[in-house]
């Protein structure tokens, strides 16, 4: 078993709160995800978990036991951090089993567990290797080996792809991925990353200001943003905000004048990259002209100044060509509007 419930905890340094009465449940075998600005406080919250911070209000509940005032090694959980923390005069399969040869286990039984997590990770053929020898991703299977061997209730990541190079990171991501099928253990991770958020969690949280603004699937957080926060923080590249005022006063499409009316409550307007549909030439829809083109391949992010709406972004075949200064003409696909009230939230 491996869920987590937190009751309305608490952070407090001194005078300043950064954690602001969270209340979360998370299931067994879930891999959940924690993001947010810097600062927002989710490294704090998984610490808290792990019980390397202590909880100045509420209670943490690990399969229905109290462990708010238990010390970490109590808790049955394992944290993997961004820096590996190897010992570099050990190999591969005595970092592996430190922590196992510590507790007073038999040689025998450690010798088993080490090398079937090294099985997990494909680390067989480095077992006799040193740190020093090792690539970051490989050390990082190293790190991640080193928890899966003590047989946690829960996995706690926090950034552990951050010191990685890009394409380390999507291997990574792809065996952390992979691991957590195997082992179907409860994985509760930090990123500021929106791609491993998006890819890796069944379940995001997104913090902000020591808050949570919204909880759900990346396919919840991605078509329904709760709030302007949410909408604009998830997704690379943002999404497009402008004045519903702006918007009014520019179109001339019916049917968005319709849902504009609709939607008199709405003082901001959301549109991701992908559901605009750009035109050439000065038609109807928002009139502009294009200022930067992002080739990416696949993809072409279109950048275009609309004098009333601002700079709105534009995703388009990698194949389409456009150049700068350009004329062109933005219509939104109506059924993928997002509506905000004054207050940022959703409509």
Same mark, same amino acid.
């Given at each position: 078993?491996?869920?987590?419930?937190?009751?309305?905890?608490?952070?407090?340094?001194?005078?300043?709160?950064? @954690?602001?009465? +969270?209340?979360?449940? +998370?299931?067994?075998?879930? &891999?959940?995800?924690?993001?947010?600005?810097?600062?927002?406080?989710?490294?704090?919250?998984?610490?808290?978990?792990?019980?390397?911070?202590?909880?100045?209000?509420?209670?943490?509940?690990?399969? %229905?036991?109290?462990?708010?005032?238990?010390?970490?090694?109590? *808790?049955?959980?394992?944290?993997?951090?961004?820096?590996?923390?190897?010992?570099?005069?050990?190999?591969?399969?005595?970092?592996?089993?430190?922590?196992?040869?510590? =507790?007073?286990?038999?040689? #025998?039984? @450690? %010798?088993?567990?080490?090398?079937?997590?090294?099985? @997990?990770? $494909?680390?067989?053929?480095?077992?006799?290797? *040193?740190?020093?020898?090792?690539?970051?991703?490989?050390?990082?299977?190293?790190?991640?080996?080193?928890?899966?061997?003590?047989?946690?209730?829960?996995?706690?990541?926090?950034?552990?792809?951050?010191?990685?190079?890009?394409?380390?990171?999507?291997?990574?991501?792809?065996?952390?991925?992979?691991?957590?099928? !195997?082992? $179907? !253990? !409860?994985?509760?991770?930090?990123?500021?990353?929106?791609?491993?958020?998006?890819?890796?969690?069944?379940? +995001?949280?997104?913090?902000?200001?020591?808050?949570?603004?919204?909880?759900?699937?990346?396919?919840?957080?991605?078509?329904?943003?709760?709030?302007? &926060?949410?909408?604009?923080?998830?997704?690379?590249?943002?999404?497009?905000?402008?004045?519903?005022?702006?918007?009014?006063?520019?179109?001339?499409?019916?049917?968005?004048? $319709?849902?504009?009316?609709?939607?008199?409550?709405? =003082?901001? @307007?959301? /549109?991701?990259?992908?559901?605009?549909?750009?035109?050439?030439?000065?038609?109807?829809? &928002?009139?502009?002209?294009?200022? /930067?083109?992002?080739?990416?391949?696949?993809?072409?992010?279109?950048?275009?100044?609309?004098?009333?709406?601002?700079?709105?972004?534009?995703?388009? %075949?990698?194949?389409?060509?456009?150049?700068?200064? #350009? #004329?062109?003409? /933005?219509?939104? /696909?109506?059924?993928?509007?997002?509506?905000?009230?004054?207050?940022?939230?959703?409509?």
């Amino acid at each position: 078993m491996g869920s987590i419930k937190l009751n309305a905890v608490e952070k407090w340094f001194d005078d300043l709160q950064v @954690i602001k009465g +969270i209340d979360l449940e +998370i299931i067994d075998g879930e &891999f959940i995800i924690l993001v947010g600005p810097s600062g927002c406080g989710k490294s704090t919250l998984l610490r808290m978990i792990g019980g390397l911070e202590d909880t100045s209000r509420g209670s943490i509940i690990l399969d %229905d036991a109290d462990v708010t005032e238990q010390p970490p090694s109590k *808790r049955g959980l394992s944290m993997v951090f961004q820096s590996y923390a190897l010992y570099p005069h050990m190999t591969v399969r005595d970092n592996m089993g430190f922590s196992l040869k510590v =507790a007073g286990m038999q040689k #025998e039984e @450690i %010798d088993q567990k080490v090398s079937e997590a090294a099985q @997990i990770l $494909k680390l067989e053929d480095l077992l006799n290797r *040193r740190p020093k020898d090792l690539s970051g991703g490989q050390r990082q299977r190293v790190a991640i080996g080193r928890s899966i061997v003590r047989a946690p209730t829960a996995f706690l990541f926090d950034e552990p792809l951050s010191n990685l190079d890009a394409s380390l990171r999507v291997e990574m991501r792809l065996e952390l991925a992979r691991l957590h099928q !195997t082992l $179907k !253990t !409860t994985m509760v991770y930090v990123t500021h990353d929106q791609v491993e958020a998006m890819t890796l969690a069944d379940r +995001i949280v997104v913090l902000e200001s020591g808050q949570i603004a919204q909880i759900g699937t990346p396919k919840q957080l991605y078509e329904q943003p709760a709030n302007l &926060f949410v909408a604009q923080f998830v997704g690379s590249p943002k999404m497009n905000i402008f004045k519903n005022s702006a918007a009014e006063s520019i179109v001339k499409n019916k049917e968005f004048l $319709k849902l504009l009316n609709k939607n008199r409550e709405a =003082a901001n @307007i959301g /549109v991701r990259p992908e559901h605009f549909i750009l035109e050439r030439g000065h038609k109807h829809g &928002f009139f502009g002209r294009v200022s /930067v083109v992002e080739y990416l391949g696949a993809d072409c992010f279109v950048f275009i100044d609309c004098d009333h709406l601002g700079t709105l972004n534009v995703r388009v %075949d990698g194949s389409e060509k456009y150049t700068i200064d #350009e #004329e062109v003409s /933005v219509n939104p /696909v109506l059924e993928h509007l997002h509506f905000f009230n004054e207050q940022g939230g959703r409509l």
